[in-house]
């Protein structure tokens, strides 16, 4: 079953473009890549989803190479807004089971003035 | 887009009293989840309906917890006995049909549970 791993946090400043890389060495051939953002108090957001190559946005662009093995989200000219918890999951249609859908901890992104 | 709803946002009750949140979901979504979120962690899947039939339930809902959703549309989630580690906040999120775990699912807000 496809795991994820990502970096605990991060930092950067207003204007700067932040890139949040999820490693998942086993993803299976039927998974798809999601990412959520969750502010403090608030219930996840969904930001995009994709399979492969590149899918952008209103929001973010995901990066996925060839390999999928990992995936970079991408949040162009952050905000102090952006800081929040960013979640990369992994979908394998292999199973239908919800008990599969594992959010982790996140990635806690802090964006400074 | 009204979005999903849940309330109530705060409950503070006394270990050992009953509570019961209730959520309602996009109304065109069939799919409704339950999560719990601890402090410092990403949510944890607890049960979850396909209109109003229980499909799933995972192994962190024990016997004190009962879930419904009697008409497919507002569901309920219902912790008797509350226990010191029933703190926490409780999650609701729907979903169209399409695959359980790609397809995306919107959250409301949660209710925070706290308990003395």
């Known amino acids: 079953l496809a795991k994820t791993t990502q970096p605990i946090s991060m930092d950067s400043y207003e204007g700067q473009e932040v890139n949040i890389t999820c490693s998942h060495n086993?993803?299976?051939?039927?998974?798809?890549i999601t990412w959520y953002q969750q502010f403090p108090s608030q219930g996840p957001r969904f930001i995009i989803q994709?399979?492969?190559t590149k899918v952008t946005n209103e929001v973010a662009s995901l990066f996925i190479p060839a390999d999928r093995k990992s995936s970079t989200l991408s949040l162009p000219r952050v905000s102090l807004s952006d800081t929040a918890v960013y979640y990369c999951?992994?979908?394998?249609?292999?199973?239908?089971?919800?008990?599969?859908?594992?959010f982790g901890s996140g990635t806690r992104l802090s964006i400074r003035p | 887009d009204t979005g999903v709803s849940q309330n109530p946002r705060h409950k503070i009750t006394k270990r050992g009293q009953n509570v019961t949140f209730r959520c309602d979901p996009i109304?065109?979504?069939?799919?409704l989840y339950w999560y719990r979120q601890t402090l410092g962690q990403g949510p944890e899947f607890l049960t979850y309906?396909?209109?109003?039939?229980?499909?799933?339930k995972s192994r962190l809902l024990s016997d004190r917890f009962s879930a419904e959703r009697p008409k497919g549309s507002f569901s309920t989630l219902e912790i008797q006995r509350t226990e010191q580690g029933d703190s926490a906040m409780y999650l609701c999120?729907?979903?169209?049909?399409?695959?359980?775990?790609?397809?995306?699912?919107?959250f409301g807000d949660g209710t925070r549970l706290s308990i003395l």
């Open positions: 999120a729907s979903s169209l049909d399409g695959s359980v775990l790609n397809e995306p699912q919107h």
């Open positions: 086993n993803i299976a051939t039927n998974d798809y």
């Open positions: 994709g399979y492969k």
């Open positions: 999951l992994v979908g394998d249609e292999r199973y239908s089971s919800a008990s599969k859908i594992i």
């Open positions: 109304s065109e979504h069939n799919r």
């Open positions: 309906f396909q209109n109003e039939a229980q499909l799933e």
